[in-house]
């Protein structure tokens, strides 16, 4: 069988063919990765050293009512749809598993794509977010979604300098009281371009499961450990 590529995983026949591509691209993305204390302090300074991916914003200090008050008045009109993609973004600001932290703080995150972190084949976030943590590369707290959706409204450069269609925010999965047995939710910017008005982002959620994996071209964006 051929090795792993997107076109050879799309004309696989069998869920079995399938696995066994995915398997083989397991092996070959961990071939090569050295995680001697050397290695992992060159590519963390590789990854931060493009200011241009670098975001730095404030958390916390509203309540969550404050903080999602504070999206509406960014709304134009009253068409929700010019913030948010779909109902689920809005469900999951207002359901239980969404929260904020009473202590503001100043933050940098970084947008770093799968493969700079040595993925060549589609790896899960357990995965993803392991390697990235060895680069001192943290999760993030779930507010970091809108509050970076905010940021970009104000400075555009933010998102449309990070080159990407879409950033997902690394963090934990939040649930859906709204939608009993639907997967988990990872926040995610995109862009909004609404009859020739200049590009905005949009908040979205992806939806996301333990099994799932993420294509090397995937974008997230981690908090910078001090």
Same mark, same amino acid.
């Given at each position: 069988?051929?090795?792993?590529?997107? =076109?050879?995983?799309?004309?696989?026949?069998?869920?079995?063919?399938?696995?066994?591509?995915?398997?083989?691209?397991?092996?070959?993305?961990?071939?090569?990765?050295?995680?001697?204390?050397?290695?992992?302090?060159?590519?963390?300074?590789?990854?931060?050293?493009?200011?241009?991916k670098i975001f730095h914003?404030?958390?916390?200090?509203?309540?969550?009512?404050?903080?999602?008050?504070?999206?509406?008045?960014?709304?134009?009109?009253?068409?929700?749809?010019?913030?948010?993609?779909?109902?689920?973004?809005?469900?999951?600001?207002?359901? =239980?598993?969404?929260?904020?932290?009473?202590?503001?703080?100043?933050?940098?995150?970084?947008?770093?794509?799968?493969?700079?972190?040595?993925?060549?084949?589609?790896?899960?976030?357990?995965?993803?977010?392991?390697?990235?943590?060895?680069?001192?590369?943290?999760?993030?707290?779930?507010?970091?979604?809108?509050?970076?959706?905010?940021?970009?409204?104000?400075?555009?450069?933010?998102?449309?300098?990070?080159?990407?269609?879409?950033?997902?925010?690394?963090?934990?999965?939040?649930?859906?009281?709204?939608?009993?047995?639907?997967y988990d939710g990872l926040?995610?910017?995109?862009?909004?371009?609404?009859?020739?008005?200049?590009?905005?982002?949009?908040?979205?959620?992806?939806?996301?499961?333990?099994?799932?994996?993420?294509?090397?071209?995937?974008?997230?964006?981690?908090?910078?450990?001090?």
């Amino acid at each position: 069988m051929e090795g792993y590529s997107r =076109e050879t995983f799309d004309k696989a026949q069998t869920e079995e063919e399938k696995n066994i591509l995915l398997e083989k691209a397991q092996e070959d993305t961990h071939g090569g990765f050295s995680e001697s204390e050397e290695a992992l302090n060159s590519m963390r300074e590789r990854l931060l050293s493009n200011p241009e991916k670098i975001f730095h914003i404030t958390v916390g200090g509203k309540t969550k009512n404050e903080l999602i008050n504070k999206l509406w008045s960014k709304i134009r009109g009253d068409d929700k749809t010019t913030l948010l993609h779909g109902s689920w973004a809005e469900q999951l600001l207002k359901g =239980e598993d969404f929260t904020t932290s009473e202590k503001m703080e100043n933050i940098d995150l970084v947008a770093v794509s799968v493969s700079d972190l040595g993925f060549r084949a589609p790896t899960t976030a357990e995965e993803i977010y392991r390697r990235a943590e060895s680069l001192g590369l943290d999760i993030c707290p779930a507010e970091v979604g809108p509050v970076l959706l905010l940021a970009n409204l104000e400075d555009d450069r933010l998102f449309i300098s990070a080159g990407s269609e879409e950033l997902l925010i690394a963090m934990n999965g939040l649930g859906n009281t709204a939608r009993p047995g639907s997967y988990d939710g990872l926040f995610a910017l995109r862009p909004f371009d609404s009859f020739g008005e200049p590009k905005h982002p949009l908040l979205e959620v992806v939806g996301t499961k333990p099994a799932a994996s993420y294509y090397p071209s995937t974008v997230f964006v981690f908090h910078v450990r001090k």
